[in-house]
């Protein structure tokens, strides 16, 4: 048994604000050239011929590439996702989207490559471009490897039919705008070749996923790869799986025959990576006169590119939510000339609750009845989809504390002014589905006290650096600062990625198996049950005997133990999505106080109020940090962001900073509340956690948008909700 250690500081926290961790972009090696990408300046067509010979006479430049031998056969076996898309630029001469790359040039200087790139002439033969916008929306291809994250379409009972007849009925359509995750550190990649290995520093989320392709690519072993990715700057789904430029990037260095650099600006990160994309939701909600929801139907479309389907499964939080005995959802997409939409933070249920959010919303006002007394109405026992378990499940306690500690009982009557500004109110729920990866881990304890924590894991700024060795010191009985983290590299223990929620579950699993593995070997060194065994302030206790870890060691004359420790699925699988039996999710409830500057058209939160039924939760300080995180992503998503696809160009119109407005400290007051009910998931395993990295943003949109409605009397079902909207006459 492990004593929790409560409210653990940053343990990377000093290395990060000193400049001491080192990103992907931070590696040099010898005799490397430096790459640029050639982008397409056509939105659809094909290149017809390549003038490279002014570019060639910049001083340093080495290479202009304008094509790369086609990927080994094995490639086809790679599964989609991890691998972001199938297509592949500069196989072949047919251009797909603005930005797309026709051609790579390699110099001995950034500046070198940067300067030559204007000077490469690319002809054209253009033709029309779809806009995905606007483009006709249809069924997804059933053979996109995202189209296995879910149904494309789900029916229970009779949907339809009990709405046309339902007392009481709601409809509203719902949008989005695409979203680019803008992480602070663009993606990034040194790739060298040695005696036939390829060696990569690349900045992602899952480094086995980037060995596995990269071998494919070229048709050689697992074991002839080596990602290493100590540090990520920020992932938010845009370095979850394997895109292009890290193929181009290995390619290129084959075969110039020296390391290739390549970092992505910020204009290829809105062209080369993955986006939120737009998606329009349609909400259909029939109740009886008490609020009782008698059906659901919820249809989402969202764009994606011509060359892959990406399904965005909205419609997921229609079936987990609320109980209901109808319920029908369905999935489309419509395919345009703009690179790949991917996940982004976060995905499914972070646009889902914003409509799904938002319908509840309207339907409370359609019955006079409170929101949250309309969800306390509705709430699901079970899994409303077909009456699966929940492994656990407080969104209940949650209500009642979130609703205690925002005072949303007592809360200020809607358009109550404060001064010129008109004060609203809204709530909405935050849920989020779970996954579990397969993950190993091994720990090391030395005769010192001092512990190392060794798995393949991906830090990516989330807290993973500081509670995968919190649980170790847990389970050893040591003080955390004793713990070094050693991680992002694939000659370590397999781990499993940095996303989908999962990394707490499985790590954290492999890493207390691991630890308490440590534990039984010392037991065996002093021919003590295991079983009976307890740790302690570096030390080792059965019954009324105590040993130090220093003494057991000295006296078995070694330096070390080494445990291991795997988090094993069901049936050998490398993931699923919770223990078989039960479903499991992650639940929430967002309060949240707005002001709305009725002459200008100005939106300002005032304050927040959040709390979570998310299991153990591991480390109360990084716990609260995501959450708070997670609100001001949503604040984005709510009130700012907007990726606009111009219909005219066939590209987005704005692909840096300077252009998109993203959330600052002056638009997020102090007035944040974050907390967690007690709660234990015993299917979740030994630690009784699960992910909360997904839900933090989850439900932040409709509550704003219910709090803004709540001001103003305007619903705005068309995000961001900017001035202009608020100003509206016609709203």
Request: with cysteine; proline share 6%; net charge negative.
């Amino acid at each position: 048994m492990m004593t929790r250690i409560r409210g653990v500081t940053r343990q990377d926290g000093p290395a990060k604000v000193t400049g001491a961790a080192t990103y992907a972009a931070d590696y040099n090696a010898e005799g490397q050239l430096y790459a640029v990408l050639v982008g397409a300046t056509i939105t659809a067509g094909r290149v017809t011929g390549f003038d490279v010979e002014e570019a060639l006479r910049e001083p340093g430049v080495v290479h202009v590439l304008t094509g790369l031998p086609a990927v080994d056969k094995a490639f086809a076996a790679v599964p989609s996702p991890p691998l972001a898309t199938r297509f592949l630029p500069m196989q072949g001469d047919d251009v797909n989207y603005w930005g797309q790359p026709v051609a790579m040039v390699l110099a001995e200087s950034l500046e070198a490559a940067e300067g030559a790139v204007p000077r490469v002439q690319v002809s054209y033969e253009q033709e029309p471009f779809i806009n995905p916008d606007t483009a006709v929306s249809v069924p997804p291809s059933p053979d996109s490897g995202y189209g296995m994250l879910d149904t494309q379409e789900f029916r229970k009972g009779n949907a339809a039919g009990v709405l046309a007849e339902a007392p009481v009925r709601t409809a509203g359509t719902y949008t989005q705008p695409s979203r680019h995750g803008n992480p602070m550190e663009p993606s990034a990649i040194l790739a060298e070749w040695h005696d036939g290995r390829l060696t990569v520093h690349d900045s992602v989320q899952h480094v086995y996923a980037v060995r596995d392709a990269l071998a494919a690519v070229f048709g050689i072993a697992s074991d002839k790869v080596r990602v290493i990715n100590p540090h990520t700057g920020g992932g938010f789904g845009t370095k979850a799986f394997i895109w292009p430029h890290e193929i181009l990037a290995a390619q290129a260095a084959k075969a110039a025959g020296r390391p290739v650099k390549l970092v992505l600006t910020r204009q290829d990160m809105y062209s080369i990576v993955g986006y939120q994309p737009l998606m329009e939701h349609r909400v259909l909600l029939g109740a009886n006169d008490s609020g009782e929801l008698q059906a659901i139907v919820h249809e989402v479309d969202n764009i994606t590119a011509i060359t892959d389907d990406y399904v965005e499964f909205g419609s997921v939080p229609a079936k987990a939510l609320y109980a209901s005995p109808n319920i029908s959802t369905s999935q489309r997409v419509r395919r345009g000339h703009v690179n790949l939409s991917s996940f982004m933070r976060s995905p499914i249920d972070g646009p889902g609750t914003w409509a799904l959010g938002s319908a509840m919303d309207e339907l409370a006002h359609t019955l006079s009845m409170d929101p949250l007394t309309l969800r306390l109405a509705n709430y699901a026992e079970s899994y409303p989809a077909d009456g699966t378990p929940w492994s656990s499940k407080k969104l209940r306690e949650a209500y009642k504390e979130g609703a205690r500690r925002f005072g949303w009982w007592d809360r200020p009557k809607g358009g109550t002014r404060d001064g010129h500004w008109l004060i609203g109110c809204g709530m909405a729920d935050c849920t989020q589905g779970q996954f579990r990866f397969t993950s190993q881990a091994r720990v090391r304890l030395r005769a010192d006290g001092t512990a190392k924590v060794e798995a393949g894991y991906t830090d990516i700024g989330a807290g993973s650096t500081t509670i995968f060795p919190q649980i170790a010191a847990e389970t050893l009985g040591i003080d955390i600062r004793s713990v070094q983290g050693i991680s992002g590299d694939t000659e370590l223990p397999y781990a499993g990625p940095t996303y989908g929620s999962g990394a707490t579950i499985a790590m954290g699993t492999a890493v207390h198996l691991a630890a308490n593995d440590v534990l039984r070997r010392l037991a065996d060194l002093m021919s003590w049950p295991a079983e009976e065994v307890r740790a302690d302030s570096g030390a080792l206790i059965w019954r009324e005997q105590r040993r130090s870890y220093a003494d057991i060691l000295h006296a078995a004359q070694t330096d070390e133990v080494v445990g291991n420790g795997e988090m094993v699925l069901p049936g050998g699988a490398s993931a699923d999505a919770g223990a078989p039996g039960v479903v499991s999710r992650t639940f929430g409830a967002m309060f949240i106080e707005v002001g709305v500057d009725p002459d200008l058209g100005l939106l300002r939160l005032r304050r927040a109020t959040g709390v979570y039924s998310v299991g153990a939760v591991v480390n109360e300080r990084t716990a609260r940090s995501q959450m708070i995180g997670g609100l001001v992503w949503g604040w984005g998503m709510a009130a700012m962001e907007a990726s606009r696809f111009e219909p005219n160009l066939g590209r987005w119109l704005s692909q840096d900073l300077a252009g998109v407005t993203l959330p600052v400290n002056a638009d997020i007051p102090p007035h944040i509340d974050m907390s967690f009910v007690d709660e234990f998931d015993l299917h979740a395993g030994p630690l009784g956690a699960k992910g909360i990295g997904e839900l933090s943003a989850t439900g932040i949109a409709a509550a704003v948008a219910n709090a803004v409605f709540d001001a103003t009397n305007r619903r705005v079902r068309d995000l961001p909700i900017t001035p202009e909207k608020l100003l509206d006459p016609r709203m």
